[in-house]
């Protein structure tokens, strides 16, 4: 069964930062990871799709890679502002695409 | 719009009284999914269905119930909910399997005292 972690759990940046949020898994055949933003109390935002034939995807200020192999995917945000805030979380399908496996998220603080 | 709809999005309850959460597509997905989330625990997911009349357990079922019977629909149902089932709950849907974007309702809020 998948393990993933995310790191750091929390983190605090003066607005204008570029940062990097990671998430680690056990087993490199996933068929694609999805980041997402949460904000308190609310429902989950799709932010990027990377299918496992692909390396990285953009969208605006924010990059996600994907490297099986070391089972690692990083987002970058770029120049964060403090609408940035939220806590992110990446996913991915387990179980020949069945289940769907959350790692426990970053909590992201940008500060005005 | 495209759009996942639940229903309730807040709900308080007593022990042992039967519940539906409804959860509702209009993307013409065939998978859907739901997924409870505590603090410290993360997401966890409770059923998924591959399609219609086509469901399976997750991580989590015990105490729940799912049903299938149209495409846009896949309920979840707490025959004799527990304190222990209070939490926050959403609903996700994607094209095909859980290898494709997924989408999310808003969630619903359950209190069960």
């Known amino acids: 069964k998948q393990e993933v972690t995310q790191i750091p759990a929390a983190l605090s940046v003066p607005e204008g930062e570029n940062l990097v949020l990671n998430c680690s898994f056990t087993d490199s055949a996933i068929y694609n990871l999805q980041w997402f933003r949460q904000d308190p109390g609310k429902g989950l935002t799709s932010l990027l799709l990377i299918q496992s034939s692909q390396r990285e995807q953009t969208s605006g200020r924010l990059n996600a890679s994907l490297d099986k192999s070391s089972g690692r995917s990083t987002l970058y945000i770029a120049a964060s502002q403090p609408g940035d805030s939220a806590t992110y979380l990446c996913?991915?399908?387990?179980?020949?695409?069945?289940?769907?496996?959350f790692g426990p998220g970053t909590r992201l603080s940008v500060l005005p | 719009e495209a759009q996942v709809t639940q229903n309730p999005r807040y709900l308080i309850t007593v022990t042992g009284k039967k519940l539906t959460v409804t959860c509702s597509q209009n993307m013409n997905h065939e998978y859907m999914s739901w997924y409870r989330q505590d603090p410290g625990l993360g997401l966890r997911q409770i059923y998924y269905?591959?399609?219609?009349?086509?469901?399976d357990k997750g991580d989590v079922p015990e105490g729940y119930k799912v049903s299938r019977k149209e495409k846009r629909n896949f309920p979840l149902i707490l025959e004799s909910p527990s304190p222990n089932q209070t939490s926050l709950y959403f609903c996700a849907s994607s094209y095909v399997t859980g290898g494709n974007e997924q989408y999310f309702g808003p969630g619903t809020r359950l209190t069960v005292t």
């Open positions: 996913a991915f399908p387990d179980n020949y695409g069945q289940n769907f496996v």
């Open positions: 269905s591959m399609n219609v009349e086509v469901t």
